[in-house]
T-cell receptor
Framework: DTGVSQNPRHKITKRGQNVTFRCDPISEHNRLYWYRQTLGQGPEFLTYFQNEAQLEKSRLLSDRFSAERPKGSFSTLEIQRTEQGDSAMYLC??????????????FGPGTRLTVT | AQSVTQLDSQVPVFEEAPVELRCNYSSSVSVYLFWYVQYPNQGLQLLLKYLSGSTLVKGINGFEAEFNKSQTSFHLRKPSVHISDTAEYFCAVSEVPNAGKSTFGDGTTLTVKP
């Protein structure tokens, strides 16, 4: 069990550019979540997948954000035409409900995005 | 919809003193409850969870929490804190039985002074 990994750990981009983040969940975890965290606040839900199906997407998520989990393993989060307000820590988490899973989410270290 | 309110944004305490971090929640359905800790420049780590059964749950590092359904609270306690407990603590809920997205509070910064 190597834990949840996220790449890159830091990303600096100019306003208007597109960025893509990757999350590798704990192997065999069937659920994968994306959250956004800004300074002084708790993580804010963006979207989550069960296997390859995207089950829920936050209404706060603009159409500039898209997430995929094509084979039910790793996931990518893309932000198009970045804005300064997108600057935040993007957190990925995974969980398993298989075989009596215990529901808690295991978090990765996050990707810190800075939009200049 | 659910919401979580952490009543104290900052809690300073001296080493070896007891501490309580307060969490209230609001939900129209039953929820699972969690406390996470976040150390500087690290991801969130689960401290403890309440799913069902006994309302007093014990977690890692000597922490415990009590679920109070009538008061919709899930306060976190530790009888004697250490310098190493200095961190950000988050209370979270997710909906029974789907346990999908979690809704988090804004966090409580615990600072343990020598």
């Amino acid at each position: 069990d190597t834990g949840v990994s996220q790449n890159p750990r830091h990303k600096i981009t100019k306003r208007g550019q597109n960025v893509t983040f990757r999350c590798d969940p704990i192997s065999e975890h069937n659920r994968l979540y994306w959250y956004r965290q800004t300074l002084g606040q708790g993580p804010e839900f963006l979207t989550y997948f069960q296997n390859e199906a995207q089950l829920e997407k936050s209404r706060l998520l603009s159409d500039r954000f898209s997430a995929e989990r094509p084979k039910g393993s790793f996931s990518t989060l893309e932000i198009q035409r970045t804005e300064q307000g997108d600057s935040a820590m993007y957190l990925c988490a995974s969980s398993s409900l298989r075989g009596g899973g215990t529901y808690e989410q295991y978090f990765g270290p996050g990707t810190r995005l800075t939009v200049t | 919809a659910q919401s979580v309110t952490q009543l104290d944004s900052q809690v300073p305490v001296f080493e070896e003193a007891p501490v309580e971090l307060r969490c209230n929640y609001s939900s129209s359905v039953s929820v699972y409850l969690f406390w996470y800790v976040q150390y500087p420049n690290q991801g969130l780590q689960l401290l403890l969870k309440y799913l069902s059964g006994s309302t007093l749950v014990k977690g890692i590092n000597g922490f415990e929490a009590e679920f109070n359904k009538s008061q919709t609270s899930f306060h976190l306690r530790k009888p004697s804190v250490h310098i190493s407990d200095t961190a950000e603590y988050f209370c979270a809920v997710s909906e029974v039985p789907n346990a999908g997205k979690s809704t988090f509070g804004d966090g409580t910064t615990l600072t343990v002074k020598p």
